[in-house]
């Protein structure tokens, strides 16, 4: 594994509380109807992200997930401008607009989305990784899924043939307790998700997801398996989301009592409280990057704001071609 330094903390707080500010706006602006649809907001969650990257090569790596899609592309190199863009149905987005909050990709940046289907993105995950390992490219395929997601019938067979033909694939279960507002417990006859992979003859193991160290470790552990030809991998990660499953949750199922327990552990602070501890900065360099924090999330605000909405003749560029259907006039 790379070593987790006194840049890697920095670079770490600086990271995840981007994300945080970056998801505080998008729902700021929702409110004020500038976004529409569905947004779901990976507060409390971040940690995650943040190991993961560390473990990987980016540029080279794949990633994949579910529709709590905003801030990983962001992670792998992706203008935050164009993120927020998209979120707005600019065209000046990721996709021209067209995706919105759920759907956000980027080709260049091996980020395949960003999928609104629950568990949807499980079986093109495992495609990619079996693309890879056809074609003989050294790359491995980060596949997030939540704990709602693994009740899934294509989650099992993914697992299976991914198992089968050992394709370099990670399965990370971000488990933040609730399937929607379901918990867990309601779900299964067991919550140890983590044993799930073992059914299918993988290494399994749960991991702190509050704690950036304890993914990096893990995730690593399965990057170099996977790279190393051993196959798949599943990891639960014991995280936690501070918002609502997406800004019309109620969050009836739990109580403010239990989201602020959550909040004592919080990803940032844990991060923010090494940094001071072992003096990598000090409290006034902190507030900088807070300050240029804050500052980056009104420029991408900015950006969506003035950017112009894509022109109508672009939905049916995204469906037809018109060379083939030269019927279809635009209007």
Same mark, same amino acid.
């Given at each position: 594994?790379?070593?987790?330094?006194?840049?890697?903390?920095?670079?770490?707080?600086?990271?995840?509380?981007?994300?945080?500010?970056?998801?505080?706006?998008?729902?700021?602006?929702?409110?004020?109807?500038?976004?529409?649809?569905?947004?779901?907001?990976?507060?409390?969650?971040?940690?995650?992200?943040?190991?993961?990257?560390?473990?990987?090569?980016?540029?080279k790596?794949?990633?994949?997930?579910?529709?709590?899609?905003?801030?990983q592309?962001?992670?792998?190199?992706?203008?935050?401008?164009?993120?927020m863009?998209?979120?707005?149905?600019?065209?000046?987005?990721?996709?021209?607009?067209?995706?919105?909050?759920?759907?956000?990709f980027?080709?260049?940046?091996?980020?395949?989305?960003?999928?609104?289907?629950?568990?949807?993105?499980?079986?093109?995950?495992?495609?990619?990784?079996?693309?890879?390992?056809?074609?003989?490219?050294?790359?491995?395929?980060?596949?997030?899924?939540?704990?709602?997601?693994?009740?899934?019938?294509?989650?099992?067979?993914?697992?299976?043939?991914?198992?089968?033909?050992?394709?370099?694939?990670?399965?990370?279960?971000?488990?933040?307790?609730y399937?929607?507002?379901?918990?867990?417990?309601?779900?299964?006859?067991?919550?140890?998700?983590?044993?799930?992979?073992?059914g299918?003859?993988?290494?399994? !193991?749960?991991?702190?997801?509050? /704690? =950036?160290? &304890?993914?990096? %470790?893990? #995730?690593?552990?399965?990057?170099?398996? $996977?790279?190393?030809?051993?196959?798949?991998?599943?990891?639960?990660?014991?995280?936690?989301?501070?918002?609502?499953?997406?800004?019309?949750?109620?969050?009836?199922?739990?109580?403010?009592?239990?989201? !602020?327990?959550?909040k004592?552990? /919080? =990803?940032? &602070?844990?991060? %923010?409280? #090494?940094?001071?501890?072992?003096?990598? $900065?000090?409290?006034?360099?902190?507030?900088?990057?807070?300050?240029?924090?804050?500052?980056?999330?009104?420029?991408?605000?900015?950006?969506?704001?003035?950017?112009?909405?894509?022109?109508?003749?672009?939905?049916?560029?995204?469906?037809?071609?018109?060379?083939?259907?030269?019927?279809?006039?635009?209007?």
């Amino acid at each position: 594994m790379k070593k987790i330094t006194k840049t890697t903390y920095l670079k770490w707080y600086e990271d995840m509380l981007f994300w945080r500010k970056f998801e505080d706006k998008l729902a700021a602006v929702y409110i004020q109807q500038k976004v529409r649809g569905f947004l779901h907001l990976y507060n409390g969650q971040e940690a995650v992200l943040a190991g993961s990257l560390h473990a990987i090569e980016i540029g080279k790596d794949r990633m994949i997930t579910g529709y709590r899609n905003h801030v990983q592309p962001i992670g792998l190199g992706v203008d935050p401008k164009k993120v927020m863009a998209e979120l707005y149905g600019k065209s000046t987005g990721t996709s021209m607009g067209l995706g919105g909050s759920m759907h956000i990709f980027s080709k260049e940046h091996n980020f395949f989305g960003g999928h609104g289907i629950v568990g949807g993105q499980i079986p093109l995950g495992t495609g990619i990784a079996f693309g890879d390992k056809y074609f003989g490219r050294d790359n491995v395929t980060l596949c997030y899924l939540g704990d709602g997601a693994v009740r899934q019938g294509s989650f099992h067979e993914s697992l299976n043939l991914a198992s089968l033909w050992k394709l370099p694939v990670i399965y990370i279960v971000e488990n933040n307790g609730y399937a929607m507002g379901t918990s867990v417990s309601r779900t299964a006859s067991h919550e140890e998700i983590w044993k799930l992979g073992k059914g299918y003859q993988m290494p399994s !193991e749960s991991v702190d997801g509050m /704690d =950036p160290v &304890s993914v990096a %470790k893990s #995730v690593s552990k399965s990057v170099d398996l $996977a790279r190393g030809g051993k196959g798949p991998s599943f990891i639960e990660m014991k995280t936690y989301r501070y918002r609502g499953h997406s800004m019309s949750d109620a969050q009836k199922y739990r109580t403010k009592e239990e989201v !602020e327990e959550y909040k004592k552990i /919080d =990803p940032i &602070s844990q991060v %923010k409280n #090494v940094i001071l501890k072992n003096k990598y $900065a000090d409290v006034k360099f902190l507030e900088e990057i807070d300050k240029k924090v804050k500052e980056k999330v009104i420029e991408c605000e900015n950006f969506a704001e003035s950017s112009n909405f894509p022109e109508k003749s672009v939905m049916y560029d995204a469906v037809y071609e018109q060379e083939n259907y030269p019927f279809i006039k635009h209007k």
